[in-house]
Structures are given as C-alpha cells and as structure tokens.
C-alpha cells in the first residue's frame, strides 16, 4: 500500500495545491501536465537539471516536454548566379539565433548556393549619393571564388553594364534587412537593384 503524498505546494500555473513537479528540475509544480506543457515556453529558460535527480520516475513525477522545434523563416533574396545574364528572385531559409553573440537576427542558409560551401557577408547600410539606407542589404559572397579568378559573374557584369572596377566572381546572394537595427529579413526584390548596382560600380 502506498502512502498519499503531502499535497502542500502551489501549482505554479493555477496556484490549486499538488505534489506533482517538474521531472527534470523537480522544483517547478504543477497539478496536470497540461499546466506544464502550457507554461513550458516560460519555464524551460529556468528549468535546470536538479543535482539530486536519478533515472527513476515517482508518481509525483511529471515528465518535461521536449524542447521545441526551431522555427524556420523564409524571405525572398537576390541571386547573381554566374552563368546568369541577370539576377533573380529566389527563397532562403533562415533558422533562429539562439547565441547571446549572434543577436536575435535568423541565420541565412545560403552555403548550399556555393560550390566550396564557405560564404561571408557584407552588410550594406548606404545606397545611391551615399544615402543611408532605410533597409540595409545582406551581401554574401565566396572568398575563395574571388581569389581563384573564376569565371565573371555576369548578372554582376550586366547590372553594371561592365562599368565596375572590380571584377565579381562566383556566386553572390542578397537579402534585406528588415530595419537599421539588423534584427531580421523581410524580402528582397527588384527596387534594390540600383543600391547593388551603386555598390558594385564604387566597391575597388
């Protein structure tokens, strides 16, 4: 025969008393697992595994949802692809940034667009008469594509009507912020050409 056990805690959604917790930091309580799955997206930034935890699971034991999925977003950007005559819409996904040091912007995944899988970016804040511009561009481009002298991108060479003083190679993909503060994407588009294109033509 088992005892009852002592019902002397709070649920900490709805405050009716229960002895059932939280299984993995065992300090959180909550009279039904709904409760706890309701209030998981709270809770999980302080749900720390509890020192004197074991793998066995009492009746007072509630089971901690697993983590949530990540959210993918997806924006439209442009892409100067190099065989191309001109540059094109296309969509990229993006997956959230969960380091403090990457901020609160998505991360573009865009290493599947060049060959060697390697890109960096650059971050466009000025347009045309250098003008600040209201929504910065996201530039990435392949290092390694530039310095082995790889065929000329020619949606870049078009663009420019072959004025640039630097010759572009390789792939080179763009996507637009979605405020000065750099926080997000929101599509790229057509209207953004004449700030590239600005760019290209002063960028030695």
Known sequence: MHSMPVINHPCTVCCRPTSMWCSRCQSAWYCTPEHLHNDWQRHRKECLPAQNSNSGYSMNMIATPPPAEPQYITVSAILFAPEE???????????????????????PLVQSHFPDGQAEGIVLTQGLNGEPLRFPLHLWYSPSALQKGNPLNRAIYHITSGAAPKAWCGTVIVLKFNGSRRQGYSDAGSNDLPALSAYFLAYK
């Open 85 to 107: 005559e001109r540059p094109r819409i296309i969509t990229v996904s993006c997956r959230p940034s969960h380091k403090p040091s990457q901020g609160m912007c998505p991360i």
